[in-house]
């Protein structure tokens, strides 16, 4: 047993997700390592223990659940934008979405950490993930200080908080606005909104330009 399962075991949880990165070796191959810290992946709950490079792709590609279809189309453009060093028009980012070729290989370099890592019959809310913040707090360090992303994309008010407040692994960052983006111990910190949060919530051109200008600074 790894120190993962033993933390979340001496909980007293049976039932939780392993998460991660997407592909382990794709993910420690690439220059351009985009982790997305959520809150929680919900609606397994009766599945035991689950791992998300078991499941991630069926969510992108057959699912086509929107949290999954929306970050892997950042992380897209994001990458295109990087490799031209010039933020993509609109047009050729809205087109993203559709291109499942290519966001099937983006989606084997990224990483997802969930804050919470059991499962309920629906989403929790932000003083349940808060309180997860702080019971896995170690857990959520060793596991991002392990991973070494070189883009970190908080999703929601709550998991930006757990990221600068509770983890630790950071320090307090000060100066990022909503939907904008930082440069924290050599890593781009950016603080978004949930993937699937409504009414254009996660913009995906404005954050893409956001985590674009802050790779310049770095």
């Known amino acids: 047993m790894n120190a993962y399962e033993r933390h979340l075991q001496e909980r007293g949880l049976t039932e939780y997700i392993i998460d991660g ?3 382990p070796i794709k993910w420690a191959e690439s220059k351009v390592r985009i982790l997305f810290l959520l809150k929680e992946t919900y609606g ?3 599945c035991g223990i689950i791992k998300i490079e078991d499941c ?5 590609e057959e699912a086509r659940i929107k949290t999954y279809v929306k970050m892997v189309t950042l992380a897209a453009a994001i990458e295109l934008g990087l490799k031209r060093g010039v933020p993509l028009p609109p047009v050729e980012i809205n087109s993203l979405s559709g291109n499942h070729e290519l966001l099937h290989g983006v989606l084997g370099r990224m990483a997802v950490v969930d804050i919470k890592k059991h ?3 629906s989403t929790s809310n932000d003083r349940e993930i808060r309180e997860e913040s702080h019971k896995n707090a170690s857990l959520l360090h060793a596991q991002i200080e392990e991973l070494s992303p070189t883009i970190l994309i908080a999703g929601g008010n709550v998991c930006w908080h757990s990221l ?3 983890i630790g692994l ?6 990022c606005a909503k939907f904008d983006a930082v440069v ?4 781009v910190l950016c603080y978004s909104n949930h993937p699937a949060a409504r009414r254009g919530g996660f913009d995906i051109h404005v954050l893409h ?8 600074r770095n």
């Open 209 to 216: 330009r956001a985590v674009l200008s802050a790779s310049n």
């Open 184 to 187: 924290c111990k050599n890593t």
């Open 119 to 121: 499962s309920g019959e």
């Open 21 to 23: 990165s997407i592909n």
């Open 56 to 60: 991630a792709y069926s969510w992108l």
């Open 44 to 46: 397994y709950q009766g």
């Open 170 to 175: 950071f320090g307090p960052v000060s100066g």
């Open 164 to 166: 600068t407040e509770d």
